[in-house]
């Protein structure tokens, strides 16, 4: 996974103010509109974890969820329509609106 600049600053951010030992935990779960949906924490390290630094900022990838979020890039959107970190997925067959839930492509 790729993290962005403007991703890793806001992320900086977050966690200075909620969770200062951590960084976001990102993995992949059954749900959501279109079949599998990103879940977003904050937490720690877990054993096992694939751990992605960029700009001093941590980002924990469950490692169940590693390969569906190979190749996948995290960025920070703040505009009109609402902010917050958002996963472009080129393994995605279709995404939802919201940007939470994706469908994966057929392999």
């Known amino acids: ?3 962005t600049d403007n991703a890793a600053r806001a992320l900086l951010d977050l966690v200075r103010d909620k969770c200062a030992d951590g960084g976001l935990r990102l993995a992949v779960e059954k749900g959501g509109c279109a079949g599998l949906q990103y879940a ?3 937490g720690v390290e877990q054993p096992g ?3 992605v630094e960029h700009l001093g900022c ?3 990838v469950d490692p169940a ?3 569906q979020l190979a190749d996948c890039t995290l960025d920070y ?3 009109l329509a609402g902010s917050g970190f958002r996963i472009q997925n ?3 067959a279709r995404s939802c609106g919201c940007g939470t839930s994706f469908e ?3 392999s």
């Open 65 to 67: 969820s590693a390969g």
């Open 90 to 92: 080129p393994h995605a």
């Open 1 to 3: 996974i790729t993290v």
């Open 49 to 51: 974890d694939l751990v």
């Open 40 to 42: 977003m924490t904050l």
């Open 104 to 106: 994966p492509a057929q």
């Open 58 to 60: 941590r980002v924990f």
């Open 77 to 79: 959107e703040d505009g």
